[in-house]
Nanobody, 123 residues
Framework: QPHLVESGGGWVQPGGSLRLSCVTS????????ISWFRQVPGMEREKISC????????FYADSVKGRFTISRDNAESTVYLQIANLSREDTAAYYC????????????????WGNGILVAVSS
């Protein structure tokens, strides 16, 4: 059964950085697009980044472009999201998700989700 587990969240001061990890199992990671989403209570879940399985192409939402970096380690079956220059607006639950596609295509359905982790930015 495919499985995703996020880690690396927590509290950070404005301007700080974190590295989020998404450990996957049950996937062939180099053939699976993995995405990161975030959600603030009362708001819609926002797709913030994606990395393609086949070509490693990446996608970033405008809200995080230039501050967040997605990468993957196929040997460790892990996708990372380095988040930097954080502000209070980045406070949210962060989720990784996988789909039955090898490329990042906007508007497509995610088939598997992690349970999410909280990132809290405050002074």
């Amino acid at each position: 059964q495919p499985h995703l587990v996020e880690s690396g969240g927590g509290w950070v001061q404005p301007g700080g950085s974190l590295r989020l990890s998404c450990v996957t199992s049950g996937f062939t990671l180099d053939k699976t697009a993995i995405s990161w989403f975030r959600q603030v209570p009362g708001m819609e879940r926002e797709k913030i980044s994606c990395i393609g399985g086949v070509d490693g192409s990446t996608f970033y939402a405008d809200s995080v472009k230039g501050r967040f970096t997605i990468s993957r380690d196929n040997a460790e079956s892990t996708v990372y999201l380095q988040i930097a220059n954080l502000s209070r607006e980045d406070t949210a639950a962060y989720y990784c998700a996988a789909q039955h596609l090898s490329k990042c295509i906007q508007g497509t359905v995610m088939h598997y989700w992690g349970n999410g982790i909280l990132v809290a930015v405050s002074s």
